[in-house]
């Protein structure tokens, strides 16, 4: 499978916001974005004005990175968000959010995303009772989502359950941190997810 191996610090330098990608790296004073507030690159600190497009094309791909997925994974949840009921823009967050190595993030067991979708990968999750490997795996309504047994023990399982005991959940998840579980008691809502994005941007680009 395609992914991204370089250095995510530059991914967050380049979108000029925190995107979260080191975990507890990010919450500290070592974070590139806070030491150095500007581009990678040679021209990085060059000031250049953004053209509409530009904006746009910065949003898709800031919300791509800030979940992890490629261009084409994106393109596919867009095309999905589209043909369904409400708003496109929260529809999007909606279908990224209930990816299940982002609920595992959300739960508090992965220090960041991409390390949520390495336990997700190894097979240390469960969805009602049944072991699921798949990252983008979608959670729905009422999906209780457990550290398998065989997992519980893990000492990397132990240090992100009791570094989750001071971590917000969204409303849209009931933890039950001493059981290692959750459940999805509704489909996220947009003012339950709190990412810094625009989505309305990413539409416009998608319609253009």
Known sequence: MARYTGPVCRLCRREGIKLFLKGERCYTKKCPVDRRSYAPGQHGQTKKKISEYGLQLREKQR?????????????????EAE?????????????????????????????????????????????NGRRVSIPSFSVKEGDVITVTEKSRGLDQIKVMAEAARGRVVPGWLEMDLENLRARVTHLPRREEIDVPLQEHLIIELYSR
């Open 63 to 79: 919300a791509r990175r800030f979940y992890g997925i490629l261009e084409a994974q994106f393109r596919r949840y867009f095309a």
């Open 83 to 127: 043909r369904a009921r409400g708003i496109t823009g929260e529809a999007l967050l909606g279908l990224l959010e209930r990816r299940l190595d982002n609920v595992v993030f959300r739960m508090g067991l992965g220090a960041s995303r991409a390390q949520a979708r390495q336990l997700v990968r190894h097979g240390h999750f469960a969805v």
